[in-house]
């Protein structure tokens, strides 16, 4: 796996050297661009995924071959299989687990099957209608201004071939980041703002497992069946949204495809829809508020 510095296209082996250099030798980000803290990691997957890797490759091909859109499968809905053996063994990876035990220390970890799935790539250059949500700018989902208690809903890419022509961004931490079979990276499904580029080669295809984790601190277990729901709920009810708007084909599917671009916008940009909110309401009591500051 190569970390790619945004500022000087420089290829770093880990993540903590590329934070290293940028807090070395690059401007450091405003207060206003900083983010709380920086969730992502990044790892391989050990000598004994290869085959399962091989295994999940092969059957997707097989399997999602004709879909000219991105595909996502949820993995629990996969019939008992080989197949289904396979996506269970890397679900629950020693490497995984072990790097996000990791980055979040004193928390347990849990695994979040009902939203795991399997993702038949898009090409991010030809992506049009929904498929755009997954390659521009965004957060994986809304939630990041929810109490969670600590609790964190953690999304984890895993490639399953190679991945050389496509690169995931995090413009926010002038990061790039490009994957290869066994690679891993994970998110902060709802604080991490990311996008994609790249273009998939003609006669290639890729492959990815998106697998779901909760990072509960001590003492916010509380908040456990909360966090889970929120996330599930949206992740299951946005893909089916997608499926439909993904290529559309009439005047229905257009405009779910335009209220999907639509929400996507505005949770994007979260900050700027508060503030809008904030000056709506001002405006509207704006003789209230003079009367008060005037006392």
Request: with cysteine; hydrophobic share 40%; charged share 20%.
């Amino acid at each position: 796996m190569s970390i790619i510095c945004h500022y000087c296209n420089k290829q770093f082996s880990t993540q903590l050297s590329m934070t290293n250099h940028i807090n070395k030798f690059h401007k450091p980000q405003s207060l206003f661009q900083k983010k709380e803290e920086f969730a992502v990691i990044s790892g391989t997957t050990d000598k004994n995924t290869e085959n399962d890797l091989m295994n999940i490759t092969s059957i997707a091909q097989k399997r999602y071959a004709n879909y000219k859109t991105a595909h996502h499968e949820w993995i629990n809905k996969v019939e008992n299989s080989s197949y289904r053996d396979s996506l269970n063994r890397i679900r629950t990876n020693s490497e995984i687990i072990n790097k996000i035990k990791e980055r979040f220390p004193n928390s347990t970890i849990k695994n979040v099957t009902d939203a795991d799935e399997i993702y038949w790539a898009v090409s991010p250059v030809d992506a049009v209608g929904s498929d755009r949500s997954l390659v521009d700018c965004h957060y994986d989902a809304p939630f990041s201004w929810f109490p969670t208690g600590g609790v964190v809903f953690y999304r984890v890419i895993i490639a399953c071939n190679e991945n050389n022509d496509v690169t995931t961004i995090f413009p926010n931490e002038n990061i790039k980041v490009k994957m290869t079979t066994s690679d891993f990276h994970g998110l902060d499904y709802n604080k991490d703002w990311h996008c994609v580029e790249g273009s998939i080669p003609k006669g290639k295809y890729r492959v990815l497992l998106k697998m779901h984790y909760l990072i509960i601190p001590k003492d916010s277990e509380a908040f456990e069946n909360w966090v889970r729901w929120i996330n599930v709920s949206w992740t299951v009810g946005s893909r089916e949204t997608m499926r439909m708007s993904a290529n559309p084909q009439n005047l229905l599917e257009w405009l779910v495809a335009l209220i999907v671009s639509i929400s996507r916008i505005l949770f994007n940009n979260s900050y700027i829809c508060i503030l809008i909110i904030v000056i709506i309401i001002a405006f509207i009591f704006r003789n209230k508020i003079l009367k008060l500051v005037k006392i």
